[in-house]
């Protein structure tokens, strides 16, 4: 039999990750579990991964890559345009992420102390502003807060609704819950 090619073995260990993840959860994986479900050795795991973070950022990275681009596209936005491309910007990444989100559940406190992910709480502050409208109003800096939590669990929950559904219900919801600063 043929040896797997490396990058198909990349790939099969990235899979079997994020399904272990998903599973038992980040703290709860370790490499020799992800080696067993790809049928190959610890060594091979390492071979291709420094480690389980460097393992983690990979599988992580196209969502930050979006989470980064929507950070870029805030900038210089204030009060009604920030919050609205926060939300659709929030809800997009969340749903076209959903699964990420799902593997990452309950963990998100504890990852953010690892190096390869500590930017993403000053992401997500900026983000939380945004969608608050820069508001330095308790409420409304309470309500991105929830939203962004919620939208994320319904992404991770509600698997089996389709994109469209979910992310219409989502940004439905966003409007409903968030004040326009702009408001008169």
């Not at 990349?10 to 599973?23: K, N, T, Y």
């Not at 969502?63 to 805030?74: F, M, W």
């Not at 989502?170 to 409007?175: C, D, G, P």
């Amino acid at each position: 039999m043929m040896a797997r090619a490396v990058s198909e073995t990349h790939g099969e260990i990235l899979a079997a990750a994020a399904r272990r993840f998903a599973v038992t959860g980040y703290r709860g994986t370790s490499l020799q579990d992800i080696a067993r479900e790809v049928g190959c050795s610890k060594a091979t795991v390492l071979y291709h991964f420094a480690n389980k973070e460097a393992l983690l950022a990979e599988l992580m990275a196209p969502a930050i890559g979006v989470l980064r681009d929507l950070d870029d596209q805030l900038t210089g936005k204030t009060g009604a345009a920030a919050q609205e491309v926060a939300a659709q910007g929030f809800v997009d990444l969340a749903v076209r992420f959903r699964r990420e989100i799902a593997v990452l559940r309950g963990e998100f406190p504890e990852l953010l102390c690892q190096p390869a992910f500590a930017h993403i709480q000053q992401i997500s502050d900026r983000l939380r502003d945004a969608l608050a409208g820069h508001s330095d109003r308790p409420g409304a800096r309470i309500a991105a807060l929830v939203l962004l939590a919620g939208i994320s669990e319904a992404c991770a929950e509600f698997a089996d609704i389709p994109d469209d559904e979910l992310r219409a219900a989502l940004l439905a919801l966003v409007r409903r819950a968030v004040e326009p600063v702009d408001a008169p």
